[in-house]
């Protein structure tokens, strides 16, 4: 079965420091990796994804995660933080050719708090 | 088309009522999904539509849930005899099955408080 651990509910960093979000994937087949930010009171928004190719992925807004699959973890990065950046942040993965394929599995979220 | 709709944006209800929630995708999406999200929790999976078929339930889905997408646009899920269990956000996305980038287009959800 697919899970996702994020291991912080919670994530401060000061304006303009880098920040990490931890996610740590466990699946039986090669997984499509992604992450979601969510704003009080609003939907989820895609971020980026991994799905093959450069380990490396950049996506909307400046982030980047880096998919390890050594480590089984797809960390979200950015270089410099910004106070608009705080927000609820989801990790999820989806199996492709598995039960539940068509699916997408979300951790529990990590609340990023950026201190101006 | 400015992306997925949910109507309503807040329902509160007595324990025992039925609600209904409805769900406008994104035109051309194909593909139609319910998630639950309690709080302090991820999105949970419910079901998922492509075109007007249902074609995965989630155990989650008891049989007091049922959802709809009868013309394979938008989606209606009711909850029949609510339980104060079933309070939480609830999530439709849509997709398009042939688009590359995966990503699912979330709309801003349905919060039901069941008092």
């Known amino acids: 079965a697919q899970s996702v651990a994020q291991p912080e509910d919670q994530v401060n960093v000061a304006e303009g420091n880098p920040l990490t979000v931890k996610c740590t994937y466990s699946?039986?087949?090669?997984?499509?990796l992604f992450w979601y930010v969510q704003y009080p009171n609003r939907g989820l928004q895609f971020l980026l994804k991994?799905?093959?190719?450069?380990?490396l992925v950049k996506g909307s807004y400046g982030f980047e995660a880096e998919f390890n699959k050594s480590q089984t973890s797809f960390h979200l990065k950015k270089p410099s933080a910004l106070v608009s950046d705080s927000a609820l942040y989801f990790c999820?993965?989806?199996?492709?050719?598995?039960?539940?394929?068509?699916?997408?599995?979300f951790g529990t979220g990590t609340r990023l708090t950026v201190i101006p | 088309d400015t992306g997925v709709s949910q109507n309503p944006r807040h329902k509160i209800t007595k324990r025992g009522q039925n609600v209904t929630f409805r769900c406008d995708p994104i035109?051309?999406?194909?593909?139609l999904y319910w998630y639950r999200q309690t709080l302090g929790q991820g999105p949970e999976f419910l079901t998922y539509?492509?075109?007007?078929?249902?074609?995965?339930k989630s155990r989650l889905l008891s049989d007091r849930f049922s959802a709809e997408r009868p013309k394979g646009s938008f989606s209606t899920l009711e909850i029949q005899r609510t339980e104060q269990g079933d309070s939480a956000m609830y999530l439709c996305?849509?997709?398009?099955?042939?688009?590359?980038?995966?990503?699912?287009?979330f709309g801003s959800g349905t919060r039901l408080t069941v008092v």
């Open positions: 999820a993965v989806r199996v492709p050719n598995q039960t539940g394929a068509n699916n997408l599995f």
């Open positions: 699946v039986s087949g090669n997984p499509y």
């Open positions: 991994y799905i093959t190719g450069d380990n």
């Open positions: 035109s051309e999406h194909n593909r």
């Open positions: 539509f492509q075109n007007e078929a249902q074609l995965e």
């Open positions: 996305a849509s997709w398009m099955s042939a688009q590359t980038n995966y990503g699912y287009t």
